[in-house]
């Protein structure tokens, strides 16, 4: 593999983790969120990553790969019922239905990400030394 095929790969997994880290953060923001535009309330979303896919001749010219985002899924997790009669999305028991948002686990998930963006950021400091080393052994 080329060093430009390592940094198509960094690259590709630096734009999932800032992907993920958005969805996260969309996730924490509407953690409160007990009405949205259907009528239910915010439900947790989640990404799915998948490997690039390479055609034939992709494979042949060793075309480097990565990670993708290949789709962002709603989390099926109850909502939490939390007793709230004052409120005017309360039903008639005096419930609110809030979203399936577990603010603890995002904060998790988001230290995940920022760990996995980071460690790429690495990867792509040392693959830019490595070509940098590389074009002076030319001198």
């Known amino acids: ?5 390592s940094l198509d790969i960094t ?14 953060l969309q996730n924490i923001s509407n953690a409160d969120t007990t ?11 989640q ?10 001749s992709d494979e042949l010219d060793r075309v480097s790969g990565g990670v993708q985002v ?13 007793y709230d009669p004052t409120n005017p999305n309360a ?10 948002v ?4 995002e904060m998790v998930d988001l230290m995940a ?10 990867a792509l400091s040392v693959t830019k030394a490595m070509i940098d080393k590389t074009l002076k052994l030319g001198d």
């Not at 593999?1 to 095929?5: A, D, V, Y």
């Not at 990404?47 to 034939?56: D, R």
Request: hydrophobic share 30%.
């Open 70 to 82: 290949s789709d962002v899924v709603e989390s099926q997790k109850d909502f939490q019922p939390v």
């Open 47 to 56: 990404l799915v990553f998948s490997e690039k896919q390479l055609s034939f």
């Open 113 to 122: 990400a920022s760990n996995a963006y980071s460690t790429n950021l690495t």
């Open 102 to 105: 577990d603010t603890t686990e």
């Open 91 to 100: 039903n008639e028991q005096g419930y609110v239905l809030y979203p399936n």
């Open 11 to 24: 690259g590709s997994a630096l734009t999932a983790e800032r992907f993920r880290s958005d969805v996260i």
């Open 1 to 5: 593999m080329s060093f430009l095929g």
């Open 35 to 45: 009405v949205t535009e259907n009528g239910e309330p915010y439900r947790r979303k």
